[in-house]
């Protein structure tokens, strides 16, 4: 079994940033995951961030999560969401000097986790390039004995009818479906909409957390509104599938009664 942690939508921002949001909370709740994460009995294989690294993709807000996140155990995989901007992520965290898309590839446990970069400049909504569909291609004829984890902040359109800001475009959905035909897809990784969902899509199930940041209001169904509610989700890969728990993190859900192991042992 491999076991992983997702993360998504952590929307930080450097108190010095200028964001018009106040983002404080978002940084304490990073804070909080990390330590949460380093004190688990096992430790993960790696730990994913789906995107929305930032709130306002400045260098600052960049150096404070790599601040932030360096303290983990596990490796860490990154992807880059529709707040994120390419170049200062690439100054920070990657190829200084860069504009070019985030796309990586690399070998964590049992899987070999793929990193798309589904972003557009001054977009809601996402897409995958030309380009990346060349990556994606050439990863998949990579590390052939092991199934294949894919990571996108925007996750595939599986309603086509469903409103085209959430996910990424439906051409690109379809080329996407016909490009993992025939592979071995543990699952694929999202975040941007802010909700806990797990959806089934051409035999694949796409997993989105609600992420650090905020929550959907699920039962809202003309406006968008936004609730409080975080979260990330542990993920236990097996042969026979894979398995997500949703964990809350805030608001911190109130105890109100604990069961020792002992007991829990000797029920039938």
Same mark, same amino acid.
């Given at each position: ?6 993360? *998504?939508?952590?929307?930080?921002? !450097? ?16 804070? &909080? #995951? #990390? ?11 790696? %730990? ?5 690294? $930032?709130? /306002?993709?400045? $260098? ?7 601040? +932030? ?8 995989? /990154?992807?880059?969401?529709? !707040? ?18 985030? =796309? !990586? ?5 049992? +899987? !070999?986790?793929? *990193?798309?970069?589904?972003?557009? @400049?001054?977009?809601?909504?996402? $897409?995958? =390039?030309? @380009? ?13 004995? /092991?199934?294949?984890?894919?990571? /996108?902040?925007?996750?595939?359109? %599986? ?75 542990? =993920? ?26 002992? &007991? +829990?042992?000797?029920?039938?």
């Amino acid at each position: 079994m491999t076991r992983f942690i997702h993360l *998504t939508d952590l929307h930080i921002s !450097h108190p010095d940033a200028g964001d018009p949001s106040d983002k404080s909370g978002a940084i304490e709740i990073l804070r &909080r #995951v #990390v330590g949460i994460v380093n004190g688990m009995d096992r430790q993960p294989e790696f %730990v994913v961030a789906s995107g929305d690294l $930032t709130n /306002m993709g400045d $260098t600052a807000s960049y150096e404070l999560v790599r601040d +932030l996140l360096n303290p983990l155990r596990a490796p860490l995989v /990154m992807a880059l969401g529709n !707040h994120d901007k390419r170049a200062p992520f690439h100054d920070v965290l990657g190829n200084a000097g860069s504009d070019a898309p985030y =796309c !990586h590839d690399a070998a964590h446990g049992d +899987l !070999h986790v793929i *990193t798309l970069d589904t972003s557009i @400049a001054g977009h809601v909504a996402g $897409t995958i =390039c030309d @380009a990346q569909f060349d990556f994606l291609r050439a990863a998949l004829d990579r590390h052939t004995d /092991m199934p294949k984890l894919i990571v /996108m902040h925007h996750p595939p359109r %599986v309603d086509p009818d469903g409103l085209p800001w959430g996910s990424i475009d439906m051409a690109a959905t379809d080329r996407l479906a016909a490009t993992l035909k025939g592979h071995d897809i543990a699952g694929i990784l999202s975040g941007h909409i802010h909700l806990n969902r797990v959806s089934h899509w051409h035999g694949i199930s796409v997993v989105i957390s609600n992420g650090q940041d905020s929550s959907i209001d699920v039962l809202e169904t003309t406006d968008l509104r936004l609730v409080e509610g975080t979260g990330m989700g542990i =993920c236990d890969w097996r042969p026979s599938g894979l398995s997500v728990s949703f964990v809350p993190l805030s608001p911190i859900p109130r105890e109100i009664a604990v069961i020792d192991r002992a &007991r +829990l042992l000797a029920f039938t």
